[in-house]
């Protein structure tokens, strides 16, 4: 079954980096689109960045962009998210997800909070 598994979260302060990793199995994880999403407290779960299959191709949210960078490694089955400059708002759980045919698929998320 198809699987997801985020690691990387943590507690910075206001300017510092983390480095997501989300870890899938049970489907041809080269052949999709991957993506990332995050949820704040009282807030609706938001797109922050998508790859394509082969990593050609990205898209962030305007929130993000020049701050984040979304890559992937086709051989070992892995999307990372690369969280620099960070700030308070982008304080939230992180998932990753992956539209499997017409159905999504999310992992269990990782806190990353951002505080002074």
């Known amino acids: 079954q198809v699987q997801l598994v985020e690691s990387g979260g943590g507690l910075v302060q206001p300017g510092e980096s983390l480095r997501l990793s989300c870890a899938a199995s049970?489907?041809?994880?080269s052949n999709w689109w991957m993506r990332w999403y995050r949820q704040a407290p009282g807030k609706e779960r938001e797109?922050?960045?998508?790859?394509?299959?082969?990593?050609?191709?990205?898209n962030y949210a305007d929130s993000v962009k020049g701050r984040f960078t979304i890559s992937r490694d086709n051989s070992k089955n892995t999307v990372t998210l690369q969280l620099n400059s960070l700030k308070p708002e982008d304080t939230a759980v992180y998932y990753c997800?992956?539209?499997?045919?017409?159905?999504?698929?999310w992992g269990q998320g990782t806190q990353v909070t951002i505080s002074s």
């Open positions: 797109l922050v960045a998508s790859i394509s299959s082969a990593g050609g191709s990205t």
């Open positions: 049970g489907f041809t994880f």
């Open positions: 997800n992956v539209r499997w045919w017409t159905t999504d698929y």
